[in-house]
Each structure stands twice: as C-alpha cells, then as structure tokens.
C-alpha cells in the first residue's frame, strides 16, 4: 500500500512538472517577444505654435534581435503609430551576438514611415566593428548623431535636436559624465554661434544611450532626453521595479518610464533585444512614443 502511495505521489509530481513546463515555455517566448507600447505626452511653452500633435518613436537595445521576417512586428508596431520622428538610442547590435543585417533590416523598414536618427551604445564601440555598421547606416539614409546637432522644423517654428556618442566611444576608455558634459556643451555652443539664440534658447531634445547621467542632461537644461541601456532592470517586481541594469547595479534608480528632475523630462526605454541575460520576465520589449503638445 505504502509503495503504491508513493507510485501515485511521484506520477502526480511528474504530471505537475510537465504541466509547469508546458505553461513556462510559452510564457517565457512571450516576455521575450511580445512588444508592448508606452505613450507619454509633454507639453512645453517653449515648443513653437502652428502644430497640434508630433508624434517621436523611441527605439533602443535592439542586440541585433529579429521580430518576424524583415522585422514585420516591430514594423507593424511602429506603423499604428504614425510617427513624425523616429529615434534609436543605441545598443542596434550586440558586441557578443554581432549580426548588422537584422539592424540594418529594421532600420530600413522604418525609413519607409519616418525620418530615423541613431545614437551609438556600448555595444556599438564594444563589437570592434562600429565602422562598417555606420557605413551601412549612413547608406540607408540613418541620420547618425555623433556629438552633433540639427534644427528640426515643427510648426512655426523648430526644436533642437541632438545626440551624443555613449562614453565607451573607442571601446576602450569610458569618459562617464565628464565627457557626456562636455559633448552635451560643445554642441549647444555651436547652435548658439549660429542661430544667436537667447540663453533659455528653443525646445531641446537629446538622445543620449545612458539613463545614469540624468543629472549631466538636467544641469545643461535639456528639454527632453531619450536613453535606453537598463533593459528595464531586466527582470520586474512588483512595487519594486528593475531588479538589475548596467552601471546602476540593485534595483537602479532610473530602470523605465518617464523621470522629471527641475526644468528636465527623461524617458528611458526598457528596450526590444537581451544581452548577456538571455531572458526578460514581466518586462516584455518596448516601443516608446512621445507625444508633444503645445
């Protein structure tokens, strides 16, 4: 009787852990693939008159990840959008995984619904092979921001839009704040040198890859910043948020979503693609749209 019990009691284990499997994989394949969207909407007296609504997409931490052929999930994704404006704040490849092609697919496809600008990650300057990505990029017809600037139309008026190269930018010697201060200024001196703007100047967005510089982007009074880079902390618990990201270690400080600090907005992306954990759990990929009012 007793051997019998225990027959019964490990077949009921079995069937729990082959039901436990069943269920996992599926889930798993969801976190992982299942692109979810972010809306915010800003509004601003600095931004100019004579508009209703512009519409930017934020991509980021794509690691060379594929979403269906010719990445028509995330296409799809970004087409219901109707953006204005798209921007990708770095990490399009992954040093370890290297494969261009499923970036340059992607970046390809969205050049076809909007004006696409990039910004370069760790992984970028980490691969060892920047050079040939940037070509295929600038080829496409990517707007590549390295430490530069462009005036962007909008309504009666403009915005200043600008990018700036992760401090890893020669994948050996990472520069931190001091050289993100010093690109973030470099390149709003030249606006000034050639628009005469006054001090408060016009509407200011920045892509800049990492989240943990917050306070370089708000004490240069940057408008609105776009950053990616923490995966979202990568695994997500409830009241808690990311568990982990890069150069932020435990339970990091700027993981997702929108932080506001004085006269500064920064949005940080959870990302689309998995680096060296293979493996998001409540934090599925993401697609950010910012939406600016007058």
């Known amino acids: 009787m007793r051997f019998a019990r225990l027959r019964m009691t490990k077949k009921k284990w079995l069937i729990a852990v082959i039901v436990v499997i069943a269920l996992g994989i599926p889930f798993l394949y969801f976190e992982n693939n299942a692109i979810t969207t972010t809306t915010f909407r800003m509004q601003s007296d600095k931004l100019p008159s004579g508009f209703d609504r512009y519409r930017i997409v934020q991509l980021s931490d794509l690691h060379s990840k594929m979403f269906g052929d010719n990445q028509s999930q995330l296409v799809r994704k970004v087409a219901k959008l109707k ?73 009666d008026g403009s915005f200043r839009l600008i990018g700036i190269d992760d401090p890893t930018f020669d994948g050996r010697t990472y520069r931190g704040s001091i050289g993100a201060d010093e690109r973030i200024r470099k390149v709003l001196d030249s606006f000034d040198e050639k628009t005469n703007n006054t001090q408060e100047g016009p509407f200011t967005v920045l892509l800049s890859h990492r ?13 609105l910043t776009f950053s990616g880079h923490a995966h979202g902390g990568q695994i997500r618990l409830p009241f808690l948020g990311g568990v982990l990201a890069p150069n932020q270690g435990l339970f990091p400080r700027y993981d997702a979503g929108k932080f506001v600090s004085g006269p500064s907005t920064m949005i940080v992306s959870r990302g689309l693609g998995n680096s060296t954990f ?7 990929p993401e697609i950010i749209m910012v939406e600016l009012t007058r």
């Open 278 to 284: 293979p493996q998001r759990l409540f934090n599925r």
């Open 83 to 155: 953006p204005d404006l798209i921007v990708v704040t770095g990490d399009l490849v992954d040093a370890r995984r290297y494969n261009a092609e499923t970036s340059l697919t992607a970046m390809r496809e969205m050049l076809k619904l909007a004006p696409v600008y990039y910004v370069t990650g760790n992984h970028e300057w980490g691969s060892g092979r920047y050079g040939e990505l940037e070509d295929g990029l600038i080829e496409l017809g990517v707007h590549v921001m390295r430490n530069a600037g462009e005036t962007m139309k909008l309504g």
């Open 211 to 223: 989240p943990e510089m917050f306070d370089v982007y708000s004490n240069n009074r940057i408008d």
